[in-house]
């Protein structure tokens, strides 16, 4: 079935990830603000060789913990200080997210399972793009479902589903005993190497997923109190490592602060970050197509899907994974602050249920349901659609422009000069044409004596696994061009040079990474006052949006020394 022999398995999907994850990782800048943020705190971390405290603009930065933050400056020693170093391990944690999948899928329902899994995750567009990005949320979102699947593993063996149980053999119960004791360790860990990546949303989210498994098993006791003491020592102990060193250090300040900030990013807004109820419903819809198709049916209960949940741990999983789905997305629906990557803890059970969904039918040789059928082809013509409009609209951005009147920022975007040919239409003819090949083979039961459906998985999974790939190499600079490319190239022009370089009227911390600002300037290069009135010891640069000058122009030694895409540049001459 085009699949290769099991014990190479592992060696091909690293290969896979390799493949897709890792090419042309530094071929765009890092984009504002999280993947900046990110590498900006790791290069200040190899400028002061301070790897302990997490600083931006060499001041502690709370609002994240530093084992991502290690990550990264541990690739840019290896690779230098770029884009392609900020990604990197991001990178790697999806070739490590593949295998686990793989590994768990098969021991779930077989190889074919942990195969199918293995794909439905490469070739749905958000799950595949956030390995090749230089955000927290993968190795976060790897750390917690990892610690989850340790858990269920360690109840699954005291509840003996799918086991043999020898009665009388007091060797055998020791042995068990001592295994789940040193798993609940190995489970504690994880979730506290997850609070070290961003904090402890880890415990809130696990927490709950727990919480709901114990109301839906009747308030029974799934684990002894010598065992959750065991899993939350652990977990304490490991980010004790550093919270706890941190607060022995500095004091508690430094720990309230960071808390503060995480209950304010649960309960506004964050930045002007918000949005409405369905969100992420819709995001995990059109971001995790076509993954989000198949998952829909796999949420309910089935006699096809049923079929193939033959063992109590098989279903107890399933219900642990149908869990962990909804209390991550009414979480997150609840939480003001509305961020893409917010609900992409929800790509693994999505991406699980999706995959049972497509195994029940690739076992049975069963045709996809019509809705399904229609649904995968309304979505694929609508974002093929839009891909493949990209390329005319490029060509005829005067179109756009009366949009956009009242946006004096989003028409200077548009003066960007942006090549466009007609051949970038080719990702989303692409994504068409193989989204109609797999309906095809999905409408029928098979080609003689071939399973079909495999050949449709592997069209549709693979083939978008494509898709997100070429779509990056044709369009990621051209969107990057519209958006910061200006303001990211003038301060790369300010690398080297005894300037300040400050953003006025937005946020950004793109001049501290792009200039490679040093530390041990004088403090006041913070202050907007100091730097527009105050006696400087260099000359200074600023960078506004052509809608807002941040009161620039009514000094009158601050001079306009030019503009390009919407971002104006002044220059104050030191005396």
Known sequence: MGIVKSKQDYLFIILLG???????????????????????????????????????????FWEKPPLFIWMQATAMQLFGVNEFAARFPNAICGIVTLLFLFSIGKKLHGRMFGWIWVLVYLGSILPHLYFRSGIIDPWFNLLIFSSLYFLILNFSKQENYGKVKTPNDKNLENNKSNETATSLYLTGV????????????????LGLTGFVYWVSVRFKMF???????????STIAVTALWFGIEWLM????????????????????????????????VVLLLGCFPASI???????????????F???????????????????????SIVQSKIVHYSSLCYFPLTYLSATYLFSIFKKNKKVNTTLVNALLFLSVLIAGIFIALPFVGKNIELLKPLFKTDLFALGNLEAAIEWSYFDISPGVFLLLISIIAVFIFSKKGFGKEVSNWKGIVTLFGGGAIFITISLFFFINKIEGYSQNAAIEFYKSMEGKEVYVKNVGFKSYAPLFYTKKTAGLRSENRSYRWLTEGEIDRDVYFVTKVNNDGGLRKFSDIKEVGRKNGFVFFKRKKD
Do not use: C
């Not at 994880?190 to 989210?205: F, R």
């Open 18 to 60: 390799a493949i897709f994850y890792i090419p042309f990782l530094g071929g765009v800048h890092l984009f504002d603000w999280d993947e900046i943020n990110f590498a900006e705190a790791a290069r200040e971390m190899l400028a002061t060789g301070d790897f302990f405290h997490v600083q931006i603009d060499f001041l502690l």
């Open 223 to 233: 684990f002894s109190i010598s065992q959750i003491l065991i899993y939350g020592i």
């Open 190 to 205: 994880l979730l506290g190497l997850a609070v070290l990546t961003k904090g402890p949303a880890a415990v809130l989210i």
């Open 250 to 281: 500095n004091g508690s300040w430094f720990i309230k602060e960071f808390i503060t900030y995480q209950i304010r990013l649960f309960s506004t807004p964050d930045a002007g970050h918000g949005g409405f109820p369905g969100y992420h419903f």
């Open 294 to 308: 198949f998952a829909i049916p796999a949420l309910q209960k089935s006699p096809l899907l049923l079929d193939s």
């Open 310 to 332: 033959k063992h109590a741990w098989q279903i107890d999983f399933r219900k642990w994974m149908l869990i962990l789905f909804w209390v991550v997305l009414i979480l997150f």
